[in-house]
Nanobody, 126 residues
Framework: QVHVVESGGGLVQPGGSLRLSCAAS????????IGWFRQAPGKEREGVSC????????YYADSVKGRFTISRDNAKNTVYLQMNSLKPEDTAGYYC???????????????????WGQGTRVTVSS
């Protein structure tokens, strides 16, 4: 069965950090770009970041630029999202998903992506 599994969420104080992981199961991530998305209760799902397969080009939503860093370790079949300087508005369920080869120009459009995981919950609160 082909799917991705997110982990690493939790409760953190404002200004804190978390590292999320997106691990592939049943396939290798080598041929895929990976997107990270988030969805807060009552809000639309939004794109956070994306990393392409070939040259590992990275893309970020303006709301997280300079605070979040996406990276990949193909040997471990895992993509990471390092989140620093977290804010209460970062509170959401975080999901990763796949798309072949490269991040699309409009990577924030989640409908283009496949193989969604169950998500991991991030809560930023004092």
């Amino acid at each position: 069965q082909v799917h991705v599994v997110e982990s690493g969420g939790g409760l953190v104080q404002p200004g804190g950090s978390l590292r999320l992981s997106c691990a592939a199961s049943g396939f290798t991530l080598d041929n895929y770009a990976i997107g990270w998305f988030r969805q807060a209760p009552g809000k639309e799902r939004e794109g956070v970041s994306c990393i392409s397969r070939s040259d590992s080009s990275t893309y970020y939503a303006d709301s997280v630029k300079g605070r979040f860093t996406i990276s990949r370790d193909n040997a471990k079949n895992t993509v990471y999202l390092q989140m620093n300087s977290l804010k209460p508005e970062d509170t959401a369920g975080y999901y990763c998903a796949t798309i072949l080869f490269r991040c699309p120009a409009d990577f924030t459009n989640w409908r283009q992506f496949d193989s969604w995981g169950q998500g991991t919950r991030v809560t930023v609160s004092s």
